[in-house]
Every structure is written in structure tokens, then in C-alpha cells.
């Protein structure tokens, strides 16, 4: 056992088989490695592989292989969310929690001092069972997704028969009214309720979790979530640790890829829009040529990355008539991986139009100077985009109707109001952004939240 601050952690790291969940993991496995202790981290073998070189203390963080289940509808090597399309990730989550007994065997054998989880909603009562094992319900999400959604307890049967305004009211005793769902995103809840994995629920997957784990850590810092982190803690009566917002080193290097650092010099410095949805967001064909409209009716030069439509095979022939030839002198359009902060700290590019994934949206807050426009779509990037727009004031969010639908004018309407030099709003945005960039980037301050959040680990071994 530790038994002082000073001693080195054995800690198994299991986050759900989606990259979205392991990098966050790997990356506060490289900061704890850094300060000295052993990280053992779960995974299947293919995002092994494609992982290996963000593994920054191979020394110290030891992969062990996972070989996951074959589930009937599954389709054969399927092993993270990536292989699959969104309708059969349930079943994905079946092939994980058929993995128990070997996570069982792993943390018998090992004894570690922690495992570090999200999804395994059962890793909790695996660590009682074996004895001295604590378990930290490690959160990647706006920790006000979990206060907004996970606190309440209703019946699916009750919630689908309530009305939009009662789905979208927040629980009693919530922190804000600002970062909270309209009426019109009130079908965004709905996901809770569906099956994710044989006989749960993604919302009896993660409350389980969070009620049954020794504590919660947060990816995130006091200064900007905390009250959400405090409401948390009340309601899950058990203590939240902050491990700060864990972020990449600064992109180093040149911009290689595509040619995009021949492509972005053409402009004029801050004159560019980039636009990037995230891995896994697929938008309607309606929406993607809305959006591509809208990135041409601004005037402004723009870098979209985007998956192809639904429906379509390619981003080209899911392109509006005419549209290609109207902006093929400034309009470049990409459906593969890019080097996202690279991109956002070239001197080129001036403005942001995210979809406020949580790793996006603390990219964009503390590690350029872009000015932000915000396009959520789920649940926990809609609550980011309040925060963001409404407490922290540093974005612009697009709006949107009733049906949740945004149009090309209105997403010309936000990327303007940040990029006009004579907005108030844009001004105002861009000194907000300013300063919190300088507090988060400010000598000490992330590992200083390292250095606490290990401390707090030592206090809760003895608990």
C-alpha cells in the first residue's frame, strides 16, 4: 500500500473502446507516468497499435491487450467505436462488459491502488469484491453534462411522457441557468434512455458508475467548472477530484499535411475560418450544405473537415450545384484526420467554428487566439457551448430553430459577428478569450493540478 505522498501509485486505467475516451485516458496516464508512478492501461489490440507513439513513458505505462468478444450483429474485429457504425455501439458495450471475469482475473493478480474507469459500470463492485482496490469514475465530459443529466432519477416510461420543458428542467439545486438546455433540444435527453449494452442504459451506465465508485475525478479545473464539480460531489455524496484540463503540448513543427501550410499562407493573417466537427459527427445532407453555404456567404476564406453526409459516399457529391467552382480559389474542403492544433495556431487562421467536443472546446480556450464560434449537436456539447457562450463569454454560439436545424444565415451571422473588427461583441468575445487563455496557460498552473490531484489519491488510499 502507499502509504505516503511520496510513494509510487500502481493504477490500471480501462476507459470505454472509443478514441474519444482512450486518448483523454492515455494523456493523464503520460502526466501521472511523468511524476513516477505505474500505469497499466486496457485496450484492444488495433487502438494499441495506433496509440503506441502517444505512449510518452513506455517505461512506466504498459499496454495490456484486450481481446474483445465477438457479439452476434457485431461485425467481425470490430474493436473500438471507429468500426462501427452508432446503431450497433450497444452492442460493443455488450462485448466489453463480457469482459468482467478478465478484468476480474487482471485486478486479482495485480492488487493496484486504483483503477481509473467510465463506462465498466461493474469495475466498482469487481475492486470491493477483491478488497484495496479504489475506483475513480473518471469524467471527459462538461462536468455539467453529468450534473445536468445524471442526477435526476426518473423512469424511462415516465421521462418519454413528459413534456419538453419539464425533459429539458434542470434538477433541483443546479448551479446555473444559463448552462442548461432550450425546450427545442429536449430530444437530446433521450439518448439516456436507450439500451447501451444487454439490459442497460447509457443512463444506468453512468449513474451506476459514479453512485458505486470511491470518488469522481473531473478533467477540468476549479477556476472555470467548479461550482458543477461542487454540485456533484453533493449529490453523489463522495469527493471530486480535479485533474485540470489535461491538454497537449503545444503543436511543435511544420504544418505538412495536404499541403495545407502552402494552402493557408495564400491569406492574410487571423482571415481564415476552420471549421472541424469531431471524428465521429455525420451530419444530414440538408445541414452539411447549409454549413457549406454559410462558410461561403461570409466572404472569408475557410478549411472545412468534415465526414461525408448521410446517405452520401463523398463530401464532393453531397456539394451544392455550382458550389465547388464558386470558392475553389478559397474554400478548401477535407473528409480525413488533420492536425487540428496545428492548424489552429497558424498565424492564418483568425476563427473557430467547433462543434464543442470537450477536447476541442479546451483547445481552443487555452491553446490559440482564434475567435470562437460554437455548432454543438449532442447533449454534453450543447452544455459546453452555454458555457462557453454564456458564463465564460468567449464564443459565439450558432442559432438555431425549433427543430434544432441552424441555416446558412445564421451561421454567417455568428462567424461575422466574432471576425467584424467593429463589434462589440467580437471585441468582447476576443478579451474574454485573451484572459482565460492567460490563466490557463500561466507558469505552474496545469501541473500544479497534477501535483494535487495525486496528492488527493495518497489522502484517499487511507480513507
Not at 95 to 101: C, K
Not at 248 to 272: C, I, M, R, T, Y
Not at 313 to 323: D, H, I, T, Y
Request: glycine share 6%; net charge negative.
Amino acid at each position: 500500500m502507499a502509504d505516503s505522498i511520496y510513494s509510487k501509485l500502481q493504477i490500471v486505467m480501462f476507459p470505454w473502446l472509443a478514441f474519444g475516451h482512450l486518448i483523454p485516458f492515455l494523456s493523464l496516464s503520460n502526466e501521472l507516468a511523468k511524476k513516477g508512478h505505474r500505469i497499466s492501461f486496457l485496450l484492444p489490440k488495433n487502438a494499441e497499435i495506433k496509440l503506441q507513439n502517444f505512449n510518452l513513458y513506455p517505461n512506466l505505462i504498459t499496454f495490456h491487450t484486450l481481446k474483445i468478444p465477438h457479439i452476434h450483429g457485431l461485425p467481425y474485429g470490430a474493436e473500438t467505436t471507429a468500426d462501427v457504425p452508432r446503431s450497433l455501439e450497444t452492442l460493443l458495450a455488450t462485448a466489453m462488459d463480457e469482459l468482467s471475469d478478465e478484468i476480474k482475473s487482471f485486478l486479482r493478480n495485480l492488487k493496484p491502488h486504483f483503477v481509473f474507469f467510465d463506462f465498466a459500470h461493474w469495475v466498482p463492485e469487481i475492486a470491493t469484491e477483491i478488497g484495496d482496490i479504489k475506483t475513480l469514475c473518471y469524467k471527459i465530459v462538461c462536468p455539467a453534462t453529468s450534473a445536468y443529466s445524471l442526477v435526476r432519477s426518473p423512469e424511462k416510461s415516465v421521462f418519454m411522457a413528459s413534456t419538453a420543458a419539464e425533459k429539458v428542467r434542470p434538477p433541483p439545486g443546479y448551479p446555473s441557468n444559463t448552462v442548461v438546455l432550450h425546450e427545442h433540444e429536449a430530444k437530446l435527453l433521450e439518448f439516456l434512455f436507450q439500451e447501451y449494452g444487454k439490459g442497460v442504459t447509457i443512463y444506468e451506465r453512468l449513474s451506476k458508475g459514479m453512485t458505486l465508485c470511491d470518488a469522481v475525478a473531473l478533467k477540468t479545473c476549479q477556476e472555470i467548472e467548479g461550482t458543477f464539480g461542487d454540485y456533484i460531489a453533493t449529490q453523489f455524496k463522495k469527493p471530486v477530484l480535479y485533474t485540470g484540463p489535461v491538454l497537449p503540448d503545444p503543436a511543435k513543427g511544420p504544418l505538412e499535411e495536404h499541403g495545407l501550410s502552402n494552402w493557408l499562407e495564400k491569406f492574410e493573417p487571423g482571415s481564415v475560418v476552420f471549421c472541424a466537427f469531431g471524428s465521429q459527427l455525420i451530419l444530414e445532407k440538408k445541414q452539411f450544405q447549409e454549413l457549406v453555404l454559410g462558410l461561403e456567404l461570409t466572404g472569408l476564406p475557410f478549411l472545412l473537415v468534415v465526414k461525408p453526409p448521410e446517405g452520401t459516399k463523398s463530401v464532393e457529391e453531397a456539394l451544392p450545384e455550382g458550389f465547388k467552382e464558386r470558392v475553389q480559389e478559397k474554400g478548401l474542403i477535407l473528409d480525413c484526420w488533420v492536425p487540428q492544433l496545428k492548424i489552429l495556431t497558424h498565424k492564418s487562421v483568425g476563427c473557430f467554428v467547433s462543434h464543442c467536443g470537450y477536447g476541442s472546446m479546451w483547445e481552443s480556450l487555452a491553446l490559440c487566439d482564434c475567435q470562437l464560434v460554437l455548432l454543438p449537436s449532442a447533449n454534453d456539447q450543447t452544455l459546453s457551448a452555454r458555457l462557453m457562450e454564456q458564463d465564460l463569454k468567449v464564443g459565439v454560439e450558432v442559432k438555431k430553430d425549433e427543430n434544432g436545424w441552424f441555416s446558412k444565415e445564421s451561421l454567417c451571422k455568428a462567424v461575422k459577428c466574432v471576425m467584424d473588427k467593429d463589434s462589440q461583441v467580437g471585441c468582447l468575445v476576443k478579451e474574454n478569450h485573451r484572459k482565460w487563455k492567460e490563466v490557463l496557460s500561466s507558469p505552474g498552473f496545469m501541473s500544479n493540478y497534477i501535483d494535487s490531484f495525486i496528492q488527493n489519491l495518497h489522502e484517499l488510499l487511507v480513507k
